[in-house]
């Protein structure tokens, strides 16, 4: 029988497959609509994440509801949000390669069940992860590539932009474009009904 999301959720929150899990407080699976035509995905949860077991819900979270706002999206009506890493690395340090390959099934599996049309990676470890072993957000972001029929694209880590300010109107470029897109290929995101 098929796994439900649920079930890979709960799953997931057992996980125990990497040292992570010894350190973590919660795993931060996944928040959104289970059915968004739009996923974006970070790196991995933070401090505030971990004790929340909810992603981007620190200073980057609230920079990042404010760019989907601009672009009428929200976690709570037509997204869905994850990471690459579901449990916080120490110290906030990048995850390992082999982190990411313990927990890189559980987003695997998330992507088959939400079948997105688009995403949007948060940062360089997802976009390298996601879209190519050698992107460089700042000569790539914004720019679309088409993977097995989804469409993806690399824009700036909110917590990078909390850094770099100077960068924040590239990454409003690059919602301007995610809205472009989401209108030319996108059913149902923005008509208002249920997803
Ligand atoms: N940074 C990330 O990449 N993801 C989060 O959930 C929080 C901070």
Known sequence: MEQTYEQLREE?????????????????????????????????????????????????????????????????????????????????????PEEVASCVGYLARQMEMIRPKIIVCLGRVAACAMIDKNFKVTKQHGQWFEKDGVWMMGTYHPAALLRNPHNKPDAFEDMLALQRKIREICEHTYDGTEL
Do not use: W
């Open 12 to 96: 997931c929150l057992n996980c125990r497959k990497c040292p992570l899990s010894q350190t973590r407080n919660h795993v931060v699976f996944g928040v959104g609509i289970q059915n968004a035509e739009v996923v974006f995905i970070g790196e991995g949860p933070g401090e505030n994440e971990d004790l929340q077991g909810e992603p981007f819900v620190g200073r980057g979270g609230a920079l990042l509801d404010k760019y989907l706002a601009a672009v009428d999206l929200s976690r709570k009506k037509n997204i869905y949000i994850t990471n690459m890493v579901k449990c916080r690395p120490p110290q906030n340090r990048d995850p390992k």
